[in-house]
């Protein structure tokens, strides 16, 4: 170890008749500490939160979405074998989509119904709350949103009213037309808005019932976020006359909303470390005051002003770096302590998740506490060149 970084590393440690020093030392390591650690949290939880909800759309409804320009997809077999041997591609199948209103009783509800072939909605399995999938088999059986089930009164297995605004036909055009349905299955995505409005039927029996046409193919995907890539090798593959849009762009001012809210809560809490900063700042000042004479001595026996300078950075680093690294750890252990114990609940009933949902990876601490040493760094240089610009004469001729 050279001296500059030996005396550099002892000034951290004050005597008692200097304690002050010392304990604003500790301070600015603790201010450090507190800043990264909030920083980690806080982007752990922003982090879980968005991959929740992006789990929980993706869980209903489609990577990407394919539409026919002119209206009803005519050639829907076609379609969805171009799609099926496209790279990327795991599931592809035809949809039917319509609005409808639910009666129970007196209990009236506006409904977005979809129609799928049973075998095509496994990815429905995992959020089932009652009843089973195969229950789309079965003429007259649909699958129902647990808010609207809630809402109508329905339990797994009751009959109701599906009704469809242009089911009929008369001279005057279509009419509407009510269908005898039952609840053959209850499941809950977490999302209030589709579990409040959304009914899966047999596709089968809406072609048979009401005589719609198909309206689109879903798409399903190896890898989410090549969306776009898969997009663009579908329009080449597909040609004019069709419309694919991937489930970014299908929500994307909420997925904005939340990246912008990310990096607001990054840019506030990364003045808590700014400010800290400013506490090495004023501690390193006070050390150079005290330490006048020391460094008029050092100076005076042919230290040169750039081992004043190294002297001092190495004091503030030091305390930049510890800081970091304790923050860096206790915000890491914080977030893996509530990924396995899930200490932090929340009320199912308002959020739809149990606890709450942090995550945070290895290269985004490792990447924050080297941007807090470089900040650290650069709050060292002005104390240091202070440092380093007494004058030893003038500092010990009355010594």
Not at 45 to 56: C, K, L, P
Not at 106 to 126: H, I, M, P, T, W
Not at 144 to 149: N, S
Not at 318 to 329: D, F, N
Request: aromatic content about 8%; proline content about 3%.
């Amino acid at each position: 170890m050279n001296y500059e970084t030996s005396i550099g590393l002892r000034y951290l440690r004050s005597k008692r008749k200097e304690a002050f020093i010392s304990f604003t030392t500790w301070i600015s390591v603790a201010g450090i500490a507190i800043g990264v650690m909030a920083l980690i949290v806080v982007i752990a939880v922003m982090t879980g939160f968005q991959d929740e909800i992006r789990d929980r759309i993706l869980g209903i409804n489609p990577h990407i979405l394919i539409l026919d320009l002119k209206g009803e997809m005519k050639e829907s077999q076609r379609v969805v074998d171009t799609v099926k041997s496209t790279p990327g591609v795991t599931q592809a199948f035809p949809f039917v989509a319509f609005q409808g209103m639910v009666q129970n009783r007196k209990q009236l509800s506006g409904v977005a119904v979809k129609g799928l072939r049973g075998n095509d909605v496994k990815f429905l399995e995992g959020l089932l709350q009652e009843g089973r999938i195969d229950a789309l088999n079965r003429k007259g059986n649909i699958l129902m949103g647990k808010e609207l089930a809630k809402h109508m009164g329905l339990n797994y297995g009751d009959a109701f009213n599906l009704m469809v605004p242009f089911g009929g036909v008369s001279p005057m055009g279509a009419v509407p037309e009510t269908l005898k349905m039952r609840v053959g299955g209850i499941f809950e995505t977490g999302m209030y808005e589709i579990d409040n409005t959304l009914i899966i039927m047999s596709i089968d029996d809406v072609e048979s019932m009401i005589g719609v046409g198909v309206t689109g193919i879903e798409v399903k995907l190896a890898d989410v976020y090549k969306a776009g890539e898969v997009q663009k090798n579908l329009g080449k593959r597909l040609g004019p006359g069709y419309l694919a849009r991937t489930w970014i762009e299908m929500n994307k001012n909420l997925f904005s909303a939340l990246k912008l809210e990310k990096i607001a809560m990054f840019i506030i809490l990364a003045l808590i470390i700014l400010v800290a900063s400013f506490n090495i700042v004023s501690s390193l000042i006070m050390t150079v005051m005290e330490k006048q004479k020391d460094i008029a001595i050092l100076k005076a026996i042919g230290a040169k002003k750039r081992s004043i300078m190294q002297i001092f950075m190495v004091e503030g680093i030091t305390i930049g770096i510890v800081g970091a690294l304790i923050g860096s750890l206790g915000g890491y252990l914080i977030c893996q302590i509530q990924q396995t114990y899930k200490i932090i609940t929340l009320p199912k009933d308002i959020y739809y998740i149990s606890a709450l949902p942090m995550k945070i990876s290895l290269f985004d601490v490792f990447l924050l506490a080297l941007v807090t040493t470089c900040i650290c760094i650069l709050s060292t240089l002005y104390p240091s060149y202070r440092a380093a610009k007494i004058d030893p004469v003038e500092t010990l001729r009355y010594e």
